[in-house]
């Protein structure tokens, strides 16, 4: 139902915008995260935006370059990734939560998109 796309390679210190929409959800009513996992690590949460966009969550290694926001006419969320680094490789993925809070526990999330790959490297 969620699909994440714009994943691409690219080199240390470009930018990247992500892309999260759903075909068949109003993502309005859903808090809305971006997620990743890295080779042989765990997935973890990177951003989360509450359903009305006023509140945001980052993962505190990435606070001061990404950004996440959501174009409700559009019904998406993008994620825009600066500064990248080696370390920020990984398949990201956005999910959907039905609340309004900043979710950031993965358990608490309903909905999953198939990822997209991030690859950073020179």
């Known amino acids: 139902q969620l699909q994440a796309s714009g994943g691409e390679l690219v080199q240390p210190g470009e930018s990247l915008t992500l892309s999260c929409t759903a075909s068949?959800?109003?993502?309005?009513?859903?808090?809305i995260g971006w997620f990743r996992q890295g080779p042989g690590k765990e997935r973890e949460g990177v951003a989360c935006?509450?359903?009305?966009?006023?509140?945001?969550y980052y993962l505190d290694s990435v606070e001061d370059r990404f950004t996440i926001s959501r174009d409700k006419a559009k019904n998406m969320v993008y994620l825009l990734l600066n500064s990248l680094r080696p370390d920020d490789t990984a398949v990201y993925f956005c999910?959907?939560?039905?609340?309004?809070?900043?979710?950031?526990?993965?358990?608490?999330?309903?909905?999953w998109g198939q990822g997209t790959l991030v690859t950073v490297s020179s």
């Open positions: 999910a959907a939560a039905r609340t309004a809070a900043v979710v950031t526990q993965k358990a608490l999330y309903n909905y």
């Open positions: 068949d959800l109003t993502l309005d009513y859903y808090a």
């Open positions: 935006i509450t359903s009305n966009g006023r509140s945001t």
